[in-house]
C-alpha cells in the first residue's frame, strides 16, 4: 500500500502510497463508492479516525488552505466539501493531510510551532510551482509559528521523462532555472522535483528527495502514461 512511510519525528509520520492502495481520486471517472472504501482502507492503515484524513479539490493553484483541528468527520467520510487548494497546513498538526498526484510532484512538510507541530501537504505541478504553491505553504507554516521545516518530496515524472515544448521550458526556466532539463531522449524537459526541491531549500527549509518515477514506475499512478490513471496520495500524520 505504501511505496514509502517512515516515521520522521515529533511523533509524525510521512507515506506516500502506490497502485496496491488504489485509486484514491474521486475526480478520475472511478466509481465514487469504491474510492470512499479505499480511503477507508487507507486510514485503518495509518491509524486515525474514521472520516478524519483530509483531501483537496487540487486545481494547480497556488493557494493555500489552513485546516481546523478534528471536530467531527470530513474529507474521506465525504462530510463536507474539501477546500479548493493545492496546499492544507494543520497548525498544530493534529489533522492527518493528504495531497493527490500523478505526475506532479507531492511535497509533504512539518516544522516546530508553539503549539507542537506545524504540518502541510502540498500539490506542485509546473503551474503551482512557478505560481508559488511551495513559498505561500512555507510562509503559512511560517505564519503558523513553525521553525525548522523540513520537507519530503514524493514521486513524480522526472526531468528525463517530462517533455514539454521547447517555449514552455525557456518560460519556466526562465523564472526557475533549476527545472531546465532534457529528456533521455535529448528534447526539451522540465525537472520538477529539482525545480521544488530548489525553491524549499532558498526557503531554508531541510529537502529530503525520495526520487521514483511516476512515468516509469509501474506501481506508481501516471497521467502521462494513461490518461485514465487514478492519483497515489502523498501523506502526513501524527501517530
Request: one cysteine or more.
Amino acid at each position: 500500500m505504501f511505496w514509502w512511510q517512515a516515521q520522521v519525528g515529533d511523533g509524525l509520520t510521512v507515506a506516500f502510497t502506490n497502485t496496491e492502495a488504489g485509486n484514491l481520486a474521486l475526480h478520475v471517472g472511478d466509481d465514487p463508492a469504491q474510492v470512499m472504501m479505499r480511503r477507508a482502507a487507507l486510514e485503518r492503515r495509518m491509524k486515525v479516525p474514521g472520516g478524519s484524513l483530509r483531501f483537496m479539490n487540487q486545481v494547480h493553484s497556488a493557494v493555500v488552505v489552513a485546516v481546523p483541528g478534528p471536530t467531527g468527520p470530513t474529507g474521506s467520510s465525504g462530510a463536507g466539501d474539501p477546500p479548493t487548494a493545492d496546499a492544507l497546513v494543520s497548525t498544530d498538526g493534529s489533522v492527518p493531510l493528504a495531497v493527490m498526484v500523478a505526475d506532479c510532484v507531492p511535497v509533504a512538510l512539518a516544522g516546530l510551532g508553539s503549539r507542537g507541530v506545524v504540518t502541510a501537504a502540498a500539490h506542485a505541478g509546473r503551474r503551482g510551482l512557478l505560481e508559488g504553491v511551495l513559498v505561500n505553504t512555507v510562509r503559512g507554516m511560517r505564519e503558523a509559528g513553525a521553525v525548522s521545516i523540513r520537507a519530503w518530496i514524493g514521486p513524480a515524472v522526472c526531468g528525463q521523462c517530462y517533455e514539454v515544448p521547447r517555449m514552455m521550458l525557456d518560460e519556466a526556466a526562465e523564472a526557475m532555472p533549476a527545472l531546465q532539463s532534457r529528456t533521455r531522449w535529448g528534447t526539451p524537459a522540465l525537472d520538477l522535483p529539482a525545480g521544488a526541491e530548489a525553491q524549499l531549500a532558498g526557503l531554508g527549509v531541510e529537502v529530503l528527495r525520495l526520487g521514483g518515477c511516476t512515468l516509469e514506475s509501474d506501481d506508481l499512478y501516471s497521467h502521462r502514461r494513461s490518461a485514465d490513471a487514478g492519483r497515489l496520495a502523498g501523506l502526513i500524520w501524527r501517530s
